[in-house]
């Protein structure tokens, strides 16, 4: 057939990109259709591998290889359990690798977490992080100057500010109130990184903030210091400033995470793959225990899209590729694969909101064998062509894990090259 791609993948996160990524080639024709952008577009930019094991632990992870280490042993279903802890060393090596080539440096290893800042001044582990983000390091206490803009109301650096020096870290804010940004009507995270672009605007911010820097010692952004050059702008702002600037991320739309997604995309189309957004998968065609092909949406009729090999990464509830009913029914929306979850919805939450092993429903998913191929109770495919990656999994808690970017990242590598 001669449009018959070698490999599929369905969803456009992380994990889908990153399958995609791995799978194109010069002699391999590799297509990605999603229904949207993924999580990368409101997450944090960084990669966090673990940051919490067991889950009800007060202190987060500081070696994450070696915590993941402990819980491979302990949950030998665990998405990390099948790669095995050779794969995740390489699939971060080979991401950083990307991202360095792409003029984007990712900074750390996989056997110690950063300590960077949220939004409201928390300490949040992450593997790695971007070299525009790891001078704000809570692993220091040296003083920081966070710095806010008035018309942008997605952070609220005095927050942060005050968070932060309850905790030891002693902190400042300023908010901006610039003349540039008042004849916006409207200032997001992505408006005000291509603002960052220019070199007269970051200027202009620089001569507001030199006579209120005082005592400190870094100075903090919301993460907009630029789209495409973030690097550069990065630098460009320490050396105006003269100390050490660090990124910390705001509400959605994420800059951050939208560079990665532009590193991602930019690669699998270099090799020839093509990423297509607003094309909904929708159901799919089965034949002899093998996915003859996946049908997307369209005005007049479903259209079928035919490959070799599938890659399943639309995401588990949170994501939209798993579908829980209020009358307690859980589906997987494209292959109607089986679920693993409880049996009864009232079992989906336990009472405190904030319990700490995380709610049973956000452990819904797909159950997979080594080769990621999704099984029902043994270790035989359902169907063979088919290989599922990311938070359509099964056997973990990506959000209580502190896990959601590293089991996509990492399952999306093995994935993809299973695929091929």
Known sequence: MANLKDVLVIGAGLAGLTAAWQAAGPDKKVQVLAKGWGATHWHSGCIDLLGYWPLDADAAVTNPLQAIAQLIQEKPQHPY????????????SAFQDLCAEAGYPLEGTPEKNWLLPTAVGTFRPTCLAPQTMTAGDLSSDAAMLLVGFKQFVDFYPHVAADNLTQQGIPAEYVMLDLPALARQHRLTSVVLANMMEQAAFRQEVAQA????LGTAARVGFP????????????????????????EIPTLPP????IRLHHILRDAIQAEGGW????????GAEKDGGRVTAVFTETAARNRA???ENYVL????????????SYQGGVKEVVFDLPVNAPDNHLDWFHTDFMDKRGHPIYQTGISVNEQFQPVNGSEQPLLSNLFAAGTTLA??????????EGIALVTGYVAGRLAV
């Open 395 to 404: 056997h973990c808690e990506p959000i209580q894990e502190r896990s959601f």
């Open 223 to 246: 993460a907009v210091l630029g789209l495409r050059e973030a690097t550069a702008v990065w630098q460009a702002m320490s050396d105006l400033l003269e100390r050490p600037v660090f």
């Open 81 to 92: 359990a099948l790669t095995g802890l050779d794969n995740i060393v390489a699939a971060l």
């Open 254 to 257: 994420s800059v951050a995470g």
């Open 275 to 282: 990423v297509f957004d607003g094309m909904e998968a929708v």
């Open 313 to 324: 990464s639309t995401g588990g509830i949170l994501g939209g590729g798993i579908y829980a």
């Open 305 to 307: 899209h035919r490959a």
């Open 209 to 212: 903030l030199k006579p209120k």
